[in-house]
């Protein structure tokens, strides 16, 4: 995952990233993934990932509207972690990560 964020922060250094751990469970697969949101497309993020973990990735992107932005604000901030330990070997695993925080926009210029 160091080695992801370090990729991603080198090829797109003009741009923040809100990175968010996630547990996935189908059936009897548990598995992790993360969503990502930004505000610009990320044309290589396919080849980053696949360079940097050690599975192939299924990568998926798509453009949030507003709405669907606030929604996952209020499930980021209200809802219940998800339990990670089941899928990590060991305890205290960040659940989000922010990365090029000096491009995120000052909150009081957005209003």
Not at 22 to 33: D, I, N, T
């Amino acid at each position: 995952m160091v080695s992801f964020k370090q990729m991603l922060r080198r090829r797109c250094p003009d741009q923040p990233f809100l990175i968010r751990v996630q547990a996935l469970k189908k059936g009897a697969v548990h598995q992790a993934f993360l969503s990502i949101i930004t505000t610009a497309k990320v044309d290589d993020l396919v080849d980053i990932a696949n360079k940097t973990f050690p599975a192939k990735m299924n990568v998926v992107g798509r453009r949030l509207s507003a709405e669907r932005l606030s929604q996952q604000a209020s499930v980021i901030e209200e809802a219940k972690p998800h339990d990670l330990s089941k899928l990590f070997d060991k305890s205290g695993i960040n659940r989000w990560t922010l990365l090029n925080t000096y491009h995120l926009a000052d909150l009081d210029d957005a209003f």
